[in-house]
Nanobody, 115 residues
Framework: QDQLVESGGGTVQPGGSLRLSCEAS????????MSWLRQPPGKGLEWVSD????????TYRHSVKGRFTISRDNAKNMLFLQMNDLRSEDTALYYC????????RGQGTQVTVSS
């Protein structure tokens, strides 16, 4: 059974940084593209970033480009999201997603940006 466990969230002030992690199990992690998605309070799920199987191709939603960096470690079955210069609008529950369909298999990790 596939599983994704997100961690690394917390409360930070505007301009701060966080690094999210996602530990994958139950499937061949290195064979699947991965994603980060988020759900802001009171809003629907939104896509944040994608990474291909090798980690060499990445894409980002416009509002996080230049501030967030997605990466992966296929040897450790881990996905990461480095978030810098955080803004209040980045406040959300963050999930990692598996494969082209961006399947969510975890509980997410909460990121709150507040002064």
């Amino acid at each position: 059974q596939d599983q994704l466990v997100e961690s690394g969230g917390g409360t930070v002030q505007p301009g701060g940084s966080l690094r999210l992690s996602c530990e994958a199990s139950g499937f061949t992690f290195s064979s699947e593209p991965m994603s980060w998605l988020r759900q802001p309070p009171g809003k629907g799920l939104e896509w944040v970033s994608d990474i291909d199987t090798s980690g060499s191709v990445t894409t980002y939603r416009h509002s996080v480009k230049g501030r967030f960096t997605i990466s992966r470690d296929n040897a450790k079955n881990m996905l990461f999201l480095q978030m810098n210069d955080l803004r209040s609008e980045d406040t959300a529950l963050y999930y990692c997603g598996r494969g082209p369909a961006r399947l969510i298999r975890g509980q997410g990790t909460q990121v709150t940006v507040s002064s």
